[in-house]
Structures are given as C-alpha cells and as structure tokens.
C-alpha cells in the first residue's frame, strides 16, 4: 500500500505543480511545503515561504531526527576514502528527502521520522580519490513526468546515473544499465583521475544537463574540456553539447589566440546551475581556463571563462553571455548558482538573474536578454610583468550594487589594534606586490583580496521575493600568489603557481576585520541595506593580548543561506571564537541575531525546509570524514 499511495500522490502533486506554474515559475522560492531543487526551486532562491518556525520560537527548536551517512562505514579505516566536508542539500519531494552523500551513496530518507527507505551503492569510489575537492557532493536532481519518477546522480568518478525514486533501482533503458560514462563523447580523452562532477544536474524539459569538476592543478597545457552537455531525461542520449572553449567557426574561438584553443581545458562549470523552466533556459556560472594563474599559453580574453552563460535548455545554443573576467589570472571563477529573480526597478518589471562573484561583485542582468540592470563598466587595471603574459588592459566593473567585500589592499587596510601589530602587518606588505582588484601575479608574490576562496563561494546568496533581498554570506580571505618557473620535465607551463599561504602578525589576520559577513542588498536599488560580521573570530585572542573588546570579528565557518517567511537561517561554525555550532536566526530587516539553537556538530550544507505531517522541518548537513549525516530539527 506504502508504494500505490506514494504513486498516488505523486500523480497529484504533479497535476498540482501544473495547475500553479505561474506561481512556481515566478521564481519564489519553494513551492507547496517542499524542496524539489537543489536551491529550493531552479532559480537557486533558496527561500521557502513557511511561517510556523519563527523569531518567537526559533530558539525552541530541538533535534527531530539525525540520519549518519553511510560513508563511515564504507571508509573505515580506509583513509583513501575519507570523504571531505558533507555539503550537500538534500530534495524534498512526496514526503521523501533524496541525497547524495560525499562517497556518491544516494539514498531515500522518510521526510517525518528520518528513516532511510533505500539506499543505492554504485561503488564510486572504488576509482579511487577524485580530483580536486576529494569526495565531495552537493546533491542529486528530480524529474516526473507525472506517471514515473526519477533521480539524477553524477557521481565522482564520472557517471550519470538515473535512478527509479521510488525504489532506487537504476532505470536501465537509461545509457547502458542506468548510468552515462561522461569521460567519453568530450573533444579528447579524458584521465578519470582529472575529472568528477561534484553538483547535482539539471532538468529542464524532457533534458538533463550535467557540468563537470576538473583538477584546478594541471601540469601540462591540454587539460580535460568543460564542456556542458544535454541528455535526454529518458534515454540518455546525448543531445547536445557546448563547448566552453569555442572551437573552430564557432563564436569566441577569435578571443583564443595562437590555437590556445585547441588544447586549453577546464573552463568547466563546477558549481551549480540555475534554470527558468518557462523559458527553457539554463544559466551556467563558467570557470577558470587553464590554468589559474599564469596565462601566456592562452592568450587574449578567453570566452567563455569566467563568464555567466544562458543556453536553451532544448538545443544547447547560446541565447547570451557576459563575461566577468577577461583572461582569467585570478581564480575567479563563478563560485555558485546564479539567482534567478522577479524585481521591479524604477518601475519597471524585470525578469533578473544575480550573480555573486568571488571579487565581491553582484553582477544583474535581464534573464531574458542578458542586458545590465544596472550599468557595467570597463575600467583600465594593472598590467602584468611576467614574461609571456599579457593581461586584460580592463575588466568589467558593475556600477551598482556596491561590492560586499573589500577589493585589493593597501596599507590603510592592515591590521591596526596596537601600532605593533601594524609595524608588523606592514613588513608582511612590504614582501609582496599589492594594489587595486586585478592586480596580476607576479614573480615576486602578489597579494590578492578576497582571495580564491571568498567573497561569495559555492555555497552562493538566498533572495526575499517579500523585500526583495538577496543575503550574500562572504569571506575577505587575502592571499598570496607567486609564480615560479616550471620544471620542464614535470610540465609545459612556463610558470605554476608556487606558495600562496599569508599570515599576519602574531598568527593573526592581515587586515582588518570583519573576516567574514552577511550582507543584504536591495534588489529594487541596487543598494547595499545591511551588512553584519559573522561571528567572533579572534576577538578572545586580542582580548587576551591586552587589547579592548573589539566586538564580533567575523571569521566563522559558515553554511550556506535559508529563507523562510519569518527568517534567515544558517549554520555558524565560529571554533576560533571559541563557540559551539548553532543554526543562527537573523531578522531579515536588519541582520540582527533574533534567535539561535545549538547543534550536536559542525554544519556543513546549505540548510533547507519543508513541511511535513503538518511540522516545519530544518534539515541540514553535517561533518566530515566518517561521521557525517543530516539533522532535522523541528518545534516540540
């Protein structure tokens, strides 16, 4: 009976989606008391429109389940397996939570009681360790067409698995028995070692697109193509693909000089993708080429990387483009999902796409036609002084909204709580090159803020279609990049990178706080509304050194955005201040810590919500290595 019933009710759920498509497609948020992508609904909102959980109550939320993946088990003792921080999202679909762990175990889970209904193994890692983040997931992919129910999986060695989501039995008219070897059908051979998929695909239609994760550490100058390809949801019959580094006769291909090409790789699509269903467009956050840093092989601006790129979903052709870095020497790639939102600027309604960088940058278009909302600007930047590199003589610099973290480095920016701690930040300085935003490596080591790993990473920004806020959590995160010379025998590259670790005085920060924030913009403006640190950081250290309470620093370890009616919610890991992890409540006006609840481990996942039974649940991830899972939290 479990299994006609469940059938049942997806059948209606499926005719109610249909029935309220100008409500889901609007893109706010979550529908129906469930999570049916990965970031709530395909436009990445990451906003659920639930009230029973609220500023009144938040604090009373307590633990309504936990369920331990079953990477602990499979890994053991086994340290080639040790998975990496869990930080996938899971759906939430008929009463089913449906999630891929860091091992690729995809598994079933009872939305109200947390027990595991199936559990399909595909064996993974028996490929050995991925490249680039290790064992790492962000999550899997739903499609209905009402009668039967699948989920996607692209796993990390390299395989596109279609599962029933019912029983997690592969669909074996899928590919060759349920799976897509996604190593072959690419440009050139690829080494499975140098290639994985860490996010979940996308379905638009009857097609599901996947992207690619490719090691960020390349040796030679032929590296595995990015490209993103569409399959037939059904079938798994390849029916497109787009190239990321445009070939021969193909639009882009004048911007890769001297055959670059040809051989150049990466350029892939590693985060997460966003869709408009109604449009049938999906929206593609496009990395760096190779490699990261040093570009001479590769000259002139390189598109598609770094790039923001809208394709029909149907055809794989390219609708537009804008591209945020030109001959990417940074490592700014596109770090997360595009947000896909409906706002109104001077009056005019506007079907937008937001994009969050690692810069700082909020970059706005038009969905539909890849026009600026606001006004960007090309602005003259730093030239390069290593030999064989020639850098962009500008870059694109978005007029509004104002950056949401701090962008280069000068000396005014150092850490100054005692004149000690700046006569030492300052001697750090002077060791390196520093400047503006896009200020090239260099062979003596340059400075770069934020640094690879921040502002906006893969965990990307939540919308309030009620205010129309887009909540960005970001980290400073300066770094130091220099380039050495390659050792021929090892590579073709005439430079790699070489150190890129930075500390300042006494352990500490470089630069002033806050080290990591939470900033709201308004959409209706392009204004910034409000921005608060992110916990303590190392405000007992200074209090420790004789310096007077400085207030919250910033500087935790944070989850990724949840939106409700009532509230945003995320994960703090604040260990250097010295606090346990808690889910924080922030008052949506004005960032405000309004509640908070202590949790049995570090979260690791963007939270989600739903309703069930007639509760509101908060499930999210948690750990890394063998004890990782997911809580559910819930009232009484």
């Not at 997931?137 to 996607?152: K, M, N, P, Y």
């Not at 697109?209 to 032929?222: A, C, E, F, L, N």
């Not at 990466?266 to 985060?271: D, M």
Request: proline residues 7%.
């Amino acid at each position: 009976m479990r299994t006609t019933n469940r059938a049942m009710a997806r059948g209606l759920a499926f005719l109610l989606a249909v029935l309220a498509v100008p409500h889901a497609l609007a893109q706010t948020g979550a529908f129906n008391g469930e999570w049916r992508s990965y970031g709530g609904d395909d436009g990445s909102t990451k906003y659920a429109g639930l009230d029973q959980i609220d500023r009144g109550n938040v604090d009373q939320l307590v633990v309504a389940w936990q369920w331990e993946s079953p990477d602990g088990a499979i890994a053991g003792n086994n340290r080639r397996l040790t998975p990496s921080a869990f930080k996938a999202t899971p759906l939430m679909i008929d009463g089913v939570l449906y999630i891929r762990s860091s091992l690729s175990v995809v598994a079933a889970i009872d939305a109200e009681t947390g027990k595991q209904l199936w559990v399909q193994d595909v064996g993974s890692y028996e490929s050995g360790r991925p490249t680039n983040l290790g064992f790492n997931s962000r999550g899997v992919a739903h499609w209905t067409d009402g009668s039967e129910a699948r989920i996607f999986v692209a796993t990390s060695d390299a395989h596109l698995w279609s599962f029933d989501a019912e029983t997690g039995r592969p669909i074996g008219r899928f590919g060759s028995d349920g799976k897509i070897d996604l190593t072959l059908g690419l440009r050139r051979p690829v080494d499975r070692r140098t290639y994985q998929v860490i996010s979940p695909p996308m379905v638009v239609g009857d097609v599901v697109i996947v992207d690619s994760s490719i090691s960020d550490g390349p040796r030679y100058k032929t590296a595995p193509p990015g490209d993103i390809r569409g399959f037939d949801v059904r079938t798994g019959e390849m029916r497109w693909v787009f190239h990321t580094v445009p070939q021969e006769g193909e639009f882009g291909n004048h911007t890769w000089e001297d055959d670059s090409w040809t051989y150049t790789g990466n350029t892939n699509a590693w985060s997460i993708m966003s869709a408009d269903q109604e449009l049938g467009y999906v929206y593609l956050p496009i990395g760096t080429p190779t490699n990261d840093w040093y570009g001479g092989h590769r000259l002139g601006d390189n598109l598609f990387a770094e790039s923001l790129v809208c394709l029909d979903a149907v055809t794989g052709e390219r609708i537009w483009h804008f591209q945020m870095v030109h001959h990417g020497l940074w490592d700014y790639d596109l770090p997360a999902a595009p947000t896909l939102v409906d706002i109104t600027v001077d009056g005019h309604d506007i079907k937008a796409v937001a994009q969050v960088s690692k810069q700082g940058f909020t970059y706005v278009f038009d969905r539909v036609t890849g026009e600026p909302v606001w006004p960007i600007e090309e602005r003259p930047v730093v030239a390069s002084t290593v030999p064989g590199e020639r850098a962009s003589l500008t870059q694109p610099f978005p007029t509004k909204p104002p950056a949401f973290e701090r962008q280069g480095i000068t000396v005014d920016e150092l850490i100054n709580f005692t004149p000690e701690l700046r006569a030492a930040a300052e001697e750090v300085l002077s060791q390196h090159e520093y400047g503006d935003l896009f200020h090239p490596p260099s062979l003596k080591g340059t400075i770069q803020m934020p640094g690879w790993g921040g502002g906006a990473n893969w965990y990307g920004a939540g919308f309030d279609p009620d205010t129309d806020y887009l909540f960005v959590p970001s980290s400073t995160n300066p770094i130091s990049v220099v380039l050495v010379p390659a050792d021929p025998d090892q590579s073709d590259f005439r430079y790699l990178r070489g150190r890129s670790g930075l500390r300042g005085p006494e352990g500490l920060p470089l630069v002033k706080p806050p080290y990591s924030r939470l900033t709201a913009i308004d959409l209706k403006t392009g204004d910034l509304a409000w921005q608060v640190p992110l916990g303590d950081g190392p405000r007992q250290r200074l209090i420790e050194m004789g310096v007077a309470d400085p207030g919250p620093l910033g500087g935790a370890r944070f989850t990724g955005p949840l939106v409700t009616k009532t509230l945003l919610l995320m994960g703090v890991n604040d260990r250097r201040g010295g606090k346990d992890p808690v889910l924080n409540a922030f008052d949506k006006a004005t960032g405000e810590i309004v509640g908070s609840v202590q949790v049995p481990a570090g979260l690791t996942g963007t939270p989600m919500t739903y309703m069930a039974g007639g509760k509101q649940y908060v499930v999210v991830a948690y750990g890394s290595g063998a004890e990782t899972g997911l809580i559910a939290l819930t009232l009484p």
